[in-house]
């Protein structure tokens, strides 16, 4: 009998990331960058990087960077537990089940339509992505893609990949994203969302990688179940939800509930867009959504109360790994070692032809995006240092923000110290090593395509 290993839980990832870095406080000189204010942020001064005394973090940080983290990451983690909540709620009128069965029945009369409701939905999220940089905002919608994806007889990581590799694909080709390639180009005295057209040309290449790479998996798992990468977990988890599943009718209350959730995915995208709502706005939205849900379905209190408990203890798990992975960050903060890394790291593209430079400020930007995974966080680091760097290499600024875009946006999909992506992994119970083995081809493609498109303004055309 084979037995096959198990890989860690993510929590127990987490933590050893979290040890790491404790180490690294004791091994890596401990470094600083003058920061200045500008347009309301801090930001770095070239050239100003000197060493400082060392802060290496003790044993005992171990135990309190998840705490500190819980406290920094507390917006976020407010929100994944109100928005599970408030799913909590509308799932226990059964409208969404309701609603999937129908559209189940109908991709079953009309297949076609069946297959164009993936590329529908990640050109949408794509489009999300660049132009109001979603991120956060992906975990609401998971909690509806998965279902939709099982109703359709594909797996939990198809309905993960329509918004999440949807979004991504668009956060990484970004043209109109206010938090990194707005910010990054106001650092780099750009005009703001300046070089509109290749940056759609990108946007449109990595938009088609996506979905046709999603695409072509799910048709493989359609075909044959046993070629989902969750082939084991998401038997044992269709077994369950059949035991449980009874095919209530679409009723006029139900009808009314999806109507609900339709209007506020508007809102928010009306919200998102014209006011600046974020998480607490968001939040906000959905809770009310959950609490109009419940009173339209018939529900009493106690059962309104007792559902949204149910939803938000669902959450637990990804609250945990959002908040471990704030506390890595902080003890990389107080350890004084992000600094020293981005010196080392933007010293080391010096002296090479333009054409391997960018390549490397590419590579460099998707190594610093692991310690920090933060897109308007890391613009306001690298790119008073790369934008300066690309004069003397001959790299026109555009494309040093295009290296910035690429190494955050792509490496988002996979690195273990991003919230939101340990995050939606915990909700959709999906093993990191399990989502490795399935985004690898995919991130070798993205990859591939990032360093050519780079190759396009260095070698064939001046972009300014």
């Known amino acids: 009998m084979n037995k096959t ?24 000189p401990a470094g600083e960058f003058s920061r200045s204010v500008v347009n309301g942020r801090n930001v770095l001064v070239p050239n100003s990087y000197k060493e400082v005394a060392p802060s290496p973090q003790s044993v005992f940080t171990f135990f309190t960077a998840p705490l500190r983290g819980f406290m920094e990451a507390a917006e976020v983690i407010a929100f994944i537990f109100i928005v599970g909540g408030a799913f909590g709620m509308l799932n226990a009128t059964g409208a969404i089940s309701a609603g999937l069965h129908k559209m189940v029945q109908f991709s079953m009369k009309k297949p076609l339509y069946k297959w164009l409701i993936i590329p529908v939905l990640m050109l949408v999220f794509s489009f999300a992505g660049a132009s109001f940089g979603m991120s956060e905002e992906v975990l609401v919608f998971i909690l509806i893609t998965i279902p939709l994806a099982h109703a359709l007889g594909l797996d939990t990581i198809t309905g993960v990949a329509i918004p999440f590799i ?38 449109v290449v990595f938009t088609l990688i996506a979905i046709g790479f999603v695409m072509l998996y799910a048709y493989k798992v359609s075909q044959d179940a046993s070629k989902s990468v969750l082939y084991e977990e998401d038997e044992l988890l269709k077994a369950s939800e059949k035991s449980e599943q009874v095919h209530e009718p679409l009723t006029f209350r139900r009808k009314l509930i999806l109507c609900l959730l339709g209007l506020s995915l508007a809102l928010l995208a009306w919200g998102v867009t014209e006011h600046g709502w974020y998480m607490v706005e968001i939040g906000a939205l959905f809770f009310g959504l959950g609490i ?52 080392y790291v933007s010293e080391s593209v010096k002296d090479y ?78 093993p990191y090593n399990k989502w490795i083995q399935w985004m690898l081809p995919l991130m070798g493609l993205f990859v591939l395509a990032a360093m050519l498109l780079l190759l396009g303004p260095v070698m064939f055309f001046q972009w300014n």
């Open 292 to 343: 109009a849900a419940g009173l339209v379905g018939g529900m009493n209190p106690s059962v309104m109360s007792k559902s949204f408990a149910e939803g938000a203890k669902e959450m637990m798990t990804a609250c945990l790994v959002v908040a471990f992975c704030k506390g890595i960050l902080l003890v990389a903060t107080d350890g004084k070692i992000i600094d020293t890394l981005l010196y």
């Open 166 to 203: 949807g979004a991504g694909a668009g956060f990484a080709g970004a043209f109109y994203n206010p938090f990194t390639v707005g910010i990054a180009q106001s650092i780099a005295e750009l005009p703001t969302f300046s070089g509109l057209q290749y940056r759609l040309f990108v946007w």
């Open 353 to 430: 032809p333009r054409a391997v430079s960018v390549e490397l400020m590419f590579i460099v930007q998707s190594v610093l995006n692991f310690f920090i995974p933060s897109g308007s966080g890391q613009a306001a680091l690298t790119m008073p240092i790369m934008a300066p760097l690309s004069d003397l290499l001959g790299v026109s600024r555009q494309t040093a923000v295009l290296a910035f875009q690429f190494g955050d946006g792509l490496s988002n999909l996979v690195i273990p110290t991003s919230g939101v992506t340990m995050g939606i992994l915990s909700i959709a119970k999906i």
């Open 5 to 28: 290993k198990k890989m860690p839980d993510t929590l127990v990832i987490a933590s050893m990331i979290l040890l790491v870095f404790i180490i690294l406080t004791w091994i890596v």
